[in-house]
């Protein structure tokens, strides 16, 4: 059974530019996480689909973040545009059901806004 | 608000120790706690869940306990070896669809 995957793996771009990053969960799995790393902070939750629906979002931090879950199968995280504070890893997860199910993580994408 | 500590931030032990990791959290309604393996430039890999109902929960030379009403977790590794060397995560959901809040991580370092 695939895991989690991510693409791009690294992502470099300059201040302004827009950047999209993709999720395919595990196949069958409805719920899909978005979470982000930024340089010596905690990994923080950015929000939450349950099939195509957006169930949480409040952790996105402003309005340039655009995500999307077509068809309720893989994810896109659009930054648009891009800012120098945007930086970091950003991780997708996805389980069975919600919060009593076990998570498995994609291997982030690392994004450099320069 | 759950809130998810981890202490020490770093450690390092001799090939052959048992290793002690800690984690702290301030909800003790909390439905579950996930810990996770991180190697550097690599994603999370999940190594236990331990479910609210659960005391702990054993994989290999792992074993997870949780203590709802101290608000801790912990893992122990048996027999340490330098392929355990990587970063350590805990988290536990906010809320019931699995918003995860984590800790810092402990970085462990295993010597030869």
């Known amino acids: 059974e695939a895991g989690v995957t991510q693409f791009p793996s690294h992502s470099v771009i300059e201040k302004g530019q827009t950047v999209t990053l993709r999720c395919d969960p595990i196949?069958?799995?409805?719920?899909l996480y978005w979470y982000r790393r930024v340089m010596g902070k905690e990994i923080k939750f950015l929000l939450h689909?349950?099939?195509?629906?957006?169930?949480?979002e409040s952790g996105m931090p402003n309005n340039r973040f655009l995500a999307e879950r077509t068809g309720g199968t893989y994810s896109t995280l659009k930054v648009q545009p891009a800012e120098l504070e945007d930086s970091g890893v950003y991780f997708c997860?996805?389980?069975?059901?919600?919060?009593?199910?076990?998570?498995?993580f994609g291997p982030g994408t690392r994004l450099t806004v320069l | 608000k759950q809130e998810v500590t981890q202490i020490p931030a770093a450690l390092s032990v001799p090939e052959g120790e048992n290793l002690v990791l800690n984690c702290s959290f301030t909800?003790?309604?909390?439905?579950?706690l996930q810990w996770f393996r991180q190697d550097p430039g690599k994603g999370l890999t999940s190594l236990l869940l331990i479910q609210s109902s659960q005391r702990e929960q054993t994989s290999g030379r792992l074993n997870a306990s949780l203590d709802k009403s101290s608000g801790r977790s912990t893992l122990y590794i048996a027999a340490s070896q330098p392929g355990d060397s990587a970063t350590y995560l805990c988290?536990?959901?906010?809320?019931?669809?699995?918003?995860?809040?984590f800790g810092a991580g402990t970085q462990v370092v295993v010597t030869p």
């Open positions: 997860a996805s389980s069975q059901e919600g919060g009593w199910y076990e998570q498995f």
């Open positions: 689909f349950v099939k195509e629906s957006k169930q949480d």
């Open positions: 909800d003790s309604a909390i439905y579950n």
């Open positions: 988290a536990g959901p906010t809320d019931s669809w699995g918003k995860l809040q």
């Open positions: 196949s069958g799995h409805d719920n």
